[in-house]
């Protein structure tokens, strides 16, 4: 027996002293924000940025967390059940609807040709199809494929380009008892003129996982599309060993009357090692290393060069108690271009459910995209309070910064805030309403994220049927 764990235990170390030596001959630093989507091929992930409505996800990885390969919910932080409701034709569903109506104003720090300031009022209409199907005489692969389409109407015309689209694709097989496999497309557009109303965090209590919603308003659109197929290695019954090759495209359109456009491709791979401690306990070392190349028509905004981009965050998880979970990370981040830079890489996180209350906070300090396309790391912290006064009425309060830390001028920067009601009007349908908040500071950018603030209120109702497990 004791030689058995420190033989585990040198493997261990060896995985780690194999993955260190990127970081340790690393001179430069890295910036970039468009490494992978918030739900793309990664292992099961802590911090995972999610969506609603309008809202597309974005992830950090985290080994520390749950083992073993499934389809993340698109537009959420917990993995997609599999559920069927009362809109089910064979591997195809409905899985929920929303209807929102919303009154904003607007007031631009540089407006240009249009308005200083106005007041807008529309409809967004958005549902959530999937198609899931296990093959196999086990049922042990899974094919599924999740929509999330919208639509806005204003003054009686009808955009299907004005809000957030997404999209994902995930095919899991289990190679041998101890080898799986995950291919994994995660797609999401952002419409200009878009609207964000939603939670900023999403969180899955029971996991202790969350999901980072992009609530930055830009001038132009952003497309965003990641690809990527995990190989997951149960090392030992304790260790888990992961390899996820990476390819990614990304494109944003910047203020209109100039016709600015950003390209950007990256290629690249991540590994990660994780390592149960006890059964409350785990920590883990990731890193990652991609090559990015833009091509962008402004001299003013956006990355200027192509560049390296590694990162390296050791991550520690423990659960305290039944509902208490705390997740903490730390380690650098590089770029060898043309700014190039060391910085700290940081990740804090805690999520506590009580009986008639949730609550969940977190920071990340690294290279993830936030509906805004960059080469430098950023800083962004999220804060949700839930409280369910009775069955059926529930308030949830949210706010969030963002900050580009890693460049030569630190910014653009933007904070918001919201305040959301929910009225359970039957089992599936609910009103909602709320008030939101977003303020955006281009200091460093004022071509690809628009600059000023923007107040919202909106009203709704959404359907989401109750589901039964699939056998």
């Given at each position: 027996m004791v030689s058995e764990r420190s033989r585990h235990a040198s493997e261990l170390l060896l995985a780690v002293v194999l993955l260190a030596p990127p970081l340790a001959f690393s001179q430069q630093s890295r910036d970039f924000s468009s490494t992978q989507d918030p739900g793309s091929a990664s292992p099961p992930t802590q911090t995972q940025t999610s969506g609603t409505e309008a809202g597309a996800t974005q992830s950090e990885p985290n080994p520390a967390a749950t083992q073993g390969l499934f389809a993340q919910a698109l537009n959420s932080a917990s993995p997609l059940a599999r559920e069927s409701g009362p809109l089910q034709w064979g591997w195809?569903?409905?899985r929920s609807a929303t209807f929102l109506q919303y009154f904003t104003n607007t007031t631009l720090d540089n407006p240009g040709t249009q308005p200083a300031s106005q007041d807008l009022s529309g409809s967004q209409l958005s549902t959530m199809i999937v198609l899931s199907h296990a093959f196999g005489a086990s049922r042990r692969t899974q094919l599924t494929v999740q929509y999330a389409p919208s639509l806005f109407i204003s003054e009686g015309h009808v955009y299907t380009n004005a809000l957030n689209q997404s999209a994902g694709l995930d095919t899991n097989f289990q190679l041998s008892p101890r080898l799986s496999l995950q291919i994994s497309d995660r797609f999401s557009y952002y419409g200009n003129q878009r609207y964000y109303s939603g939670l900023s965090l999403g969180v899955d209590y029971s996991l202790g996982t969350v999901a980072q919603n992009n609530f930055l308003n830009g001038p132009g659109t952003v497309i965003s599309n990641s690809v990527g197929a995990?190989?997951?290695?149960?090392?030992?019954?304790?260790?888990?060993?992961?390899?996820?090759?990476?390819?990614?495209?990304?494109?944003?359109?910047?203020?209109?009357?100039?016709?600015?456009?950003?390209?950007?491709?990256?290629?690249?791979?991540?590994?990660?090692?994780?390592?149960?401690?006890?059964?409350?306990?785990?920590?883990?070392?990731?890193?990652?290393?991609?090559?990015?190349?833009?091509?962008?028509?402004?001299?003013?905004?956006?990355?200027?060069?192509?560049?390296?981009?590694?990162?390296?965050?050791?991550?520690?998880?423990?659960?305290?108690?039944?509902?208490?979970?705390?997740?903490?990370?730390?380690?650098?981040?590089?770029?060898?271009?043309?700014?190039?830079?060391?910085?700290?890489?940081?990740?804090?996180?805690?999520?506590?459910?009580f009986q008639r209350m949730d609550f969940a906070f977190n920071y990340h300090r690294g290279h993830q995209f936030n509906g805004y396309i960059t080469s430098g790391s950023t800083d962004r912290a999220d804060l949700v309070h839930t409280i369910r006064w009775s069955p059926r009425v529930s308030?949830?309060?949210?706010?969030?910064?963002?900050?580009?830390?890693?460049?030569?001028?630190?910014?653009?920067?933007?904070?918001?805030?919201?305040?959301?009601v929910s009225l359970g009007l039957t089992r599936a349908l609910s009103l909602t309403g709320g008030i939101s908040y977003i303020k955006q500071t281009g200091t460093g950018d004022a071509v690809y994220l628009q600059s000023g603030h923007t107040t919202l209120a909106t009203v709704g109702i959404t359907w989401t049927p109750p589901a039964t497990l699939q056998h």
């Amino acid at each position: 027996m004791v030689s058995e764990r420190s033989r585990h235990a040198s493997e261990l170390l060896l995985a780690v002293v194999l993955l260190a030596p990127p970081l340790a001959f690393s001179q430069q630093s890295r910036d970039f924000s468009s490494t992978q989507d918030p739900g793309s091929a990664s292992p099961p992930t802590q911090t995972q940025t999610s969506g609603t409505e309008a809202g597309a996800t974005q992830s950090e990885p985290n080994p520390a967390a749950t083992q073993g390969l499934f389809a993340q919910a698109l537009n959420s932080a917990s993995p997609l059940a599999r559920e069927s409701g009362p809109l089910q034709w064979g591997w195809l569903s409905v899985r929920s609807a929303t209807f929102l109506q919303y009154f904003t104003n607007t007031t631009l720090d540089n407006p240009g040709t249009q308005p200083a300031s106005q007041d807008l009022s529309g409809s967004q209409l958005s549902t959530m199809i999937v198609l899931s199907h296990a093959f196999g005489a086990s049922r042990r692969t899974q094919l599924t494929v999740q929509y999330a389409p919208s639509l806005f109407i204003s003054e009686g015309h009808v955009y299907t380009n004005a809000l957030n689209q997404s999209a994902g694709l995930d095919t899991n097989f289990q190679l041998s008892p101890r080898l799986s496999l995950q291919i994994s497309d995660r797609f999401s557009y952002y419409g200009n003129q878009r609207y964000y109303s939603g939670l900023s965090l999403g969180v899955d209590y029971s996991l202790g996982t969350v999901a980072q919603n992009n609530f930055l308003n830009g001038p132009g659109t952003v497309i965003s599309n990641s690809v990527g197929a995990t190989f997951t290695y149960l090392w030992s019954p304790v260790t888990t060993v992961s390899f996820t090759p990476t390819f990614g495209y990304q494109n944003s359109t910047g203020v209109v009357n100039s016709m600015q456009n950003l390209n950007a491709l990256n290629g690249g791979g991540q590994v990660a090692v994780s390592h149960e401690l006890s059964a409350t306990q785990t920590v883990g070392i990731t890193y990652m290393g991609q090559y990015d190349s833009y091509e962008n028509t402004s001299t003013v905004a956006g990355p200027q060069s192509n560049s390296v981009l590694q990162d390296v965050l050791m991550t520690y998880g423990k659960q305290i108690g039944a509902s208490w979970r705390l997740n903490l990370g730390l380690g650098l981040v590089s770029n060898t271009g043309i700014d190039s830079q060391l910085g700290l890489a940081a990740s804090a996180g805690i999520t506590k459910s009580f009986q008639r209350m949730d609550f969940a906070f977190n920071y990340h300090r690294g290279h993830q995209f936030n509906g805004y396309i960059t080469s430098g790391s950023t800083d962004r912290a999220d804060l949700v309070h839930t409280i369910r006064w009775s069955p059926r009425v529930s308030t949830s309060t949210s706010a969030a910064y963002f900050r580009t830390a890693s460049s030569p001028t630190p910014g653009p920067s933007g904070t918001y805030a919201t305040e959301l009601v929910s009225l359970g009007l039957t089992r599936a349908l609910s009103l909602t309403g709320g008030i939101s908040y977003i303020k955006q500071t281009g200091t460093g950018d004022a071509v690809y994220l628009q600059s000023g603030h923007t107040t919202l209120a909106t009203v709704g109702i959404t359907w989401t049927p109750p589901a039964t497990l699939q056998h």
